[in-house]
């Protein structure tokens, strides 16, 4: 079958990053070890094991990451990564086999897999976390089965999305309503990333005032998902793009500064003049803010978002932090300072929603049937998978194709 795999050694490592200050190319082709191959499928792990045939397979800005390198070799989020590895974990896929223990799905559906392997897919009795439902904080991500991995796409036992088959454990099915399309279906993974970490933080009553950093759609994903739970406070948000500005304010920000804004004025002093006060400037000239925005949802992750969310939300206020631009070198001074709690959100996991219980994939199913993220706006790119190289230049220059998310359409 064809997959894309990656497969980087410590020479590649050094020798791309070398090259890949001139052109940036150089990570998807010949020098990189990114290929579109032919492999092997993945035998079933186990009996209670199905394998699916990808619909479409969406490109995780994780994925970008590691393709460019972003993390290096010795960060956590490695660790945790089986290479060779086929990529892809966001995916729309029809069940095409099933063990001789999971007879009762039925061959045919449309499912989301949910990606993590944790304790029941591993045959382990659940840890504290699997048993509360947060699958994507396992205990047991390294243990039971050898060589499972922790993910969909970054395993090369279980395959991924950015391929023509991969095999999920019968507990990592979601069900795709039959009102729903491919293209929202294939939303659902980066948008329950929003909802998650809304859902673990949620806008309390003393929260007036929201910022969200960077309009990719995990950020996007945020503003629509407080406007549709009621949230009735201001948001604010800062984009890279003037397109990912308009989408921001089309979808329910109150506010939202764009990189050419920010030329003439930065948002340290832009929220400065809202809140009548006065930026301190620091010692080299970073800002600091000692009022003013409640809580900062950091959807970039990096380390220049990580020391702007510390440095601009009111003392005793609440920083989430979504994306993983991988901060180093980070001055977490503030947090003791401003009293400020600090927590991190990732993935998906089963959410108390409306009284009851659901998978974060069933609440943005329930969403998208009900009008919200726009699939429309919000996938912007389909490639075949044989077009992946032109899908990584479009996506390392979103501004100028105007690239919100984009995927493989592998079959159907
Ligand atoms: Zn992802
Ligand atoms: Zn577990």
């Not at 003393?206 to 945020?222: A, R, W």
């Not at 994306?323 to 001074?333: F, L, Q, S, T």
């Amino acid at each position: 079958m064809r997959a894309i795999t990656f497969h980087i050694s410590v020479p590649k490592w050094f020798l791309c990053k070398g090259l890949g200050r001139f052109r940036k190319s150089v990570y998807w082709g010949r020098v990189s070890t990114l290929r579109l191959r032919d492999i092997p499928e993945q035998p079933l792990p186990g009996d209670d094991w199905v394998r699916v045939r990808p619909l479409l397979g969406g490109v995780c800005g994780s994925d970008v990451e590691m393709i460019l390198l972003g993390n290096p070799p010795d960060s956590f989020a490695k660790a945790f990564v089986i290479e060779p590895v086929v990529l892809g974990h966001e995916n729309v896929a029809v069940v095409t086999e099933r063990g001789p223990a999971a007879r009762d799905v039925p061959e045919g559906m449309r499912v989301n897999v949910d990606p993590v392997i944790a304790c029941s897919a591993r045959g382990l009795a659940p840890c504290p976390s699997c048993r509360a439902g947060q699958f994507c904080a396992c205990h047991n991500q390294a243990q039971g089965q050898e060589g499972l991995g922790f993910s969909v796409g970054h395993s090369g036992a279980v395959g991924g999305s950015w391929a023509d088959s991969f095999v999920a454990h019968t507990s990592q099915l979601v069900r795709v309503p039959d009102g729903l399309t491919d293209a929202q279906a294939v939303l659902v993974d980066p948008i329950s990333a929003s909802v998650h970490a809304v859902l673990r933080r949620p806008p309390t009553d003393e929260d007036q005032d929201v910022l969200v950093l960077g309009c990719g759609l995990v950020g996007l994903g945020i503003i629509v998902f407080l406007r549709a739970m009621g949230f009735k406070g201001r948001i604010f948000a800062t984009a890279r793009y003037r397109f990912q500005q308009t989408l921001a304010l089309h979808l329910g920000a109150d506010e939202c500064w764009d990189r050419r804004d920010l030329k003439q004025k930065d948002y340290f002093d832009r929220l400065a003049a809202m809140y009548g006060l006065r930026a301190v400037r620091g010692k080299y000239g970073k800002k600091i803010l000692l009022g003013g925005v409640d809580l900062v949802y950091d959807a970039l992750g990096n380390r220049r978002s990580v020391e702007d969310s510390l440095r601009l939300v009111r003392p005793q206020g609440t920083v989430v932090i979504v994306g993983m631009g991988h901060p180093r070198w980070v001055d977490w001074d503030p947090v003791p300072y401003k009293q400020l709690t600090v927590m991190g959100s990732h993935g998906r996991g089963i959410e108390a929603w409306k009284g009851g219980h659901r998978h974060t994939y069933e609440i943005v199913h329930d969403l998208m049937a009900a009008g919200h993220f726009p699939a429309d706006r919000l996938l912007t790119h389909i490639f075949p998978l044989e077009d992946y190289r032109t899908a990584l230049r479009i996506l390392t220059h979103k501004g100028r194709h105007g690239a919100v998310h984009a995927a493989f359409r592998v079959s159907g």
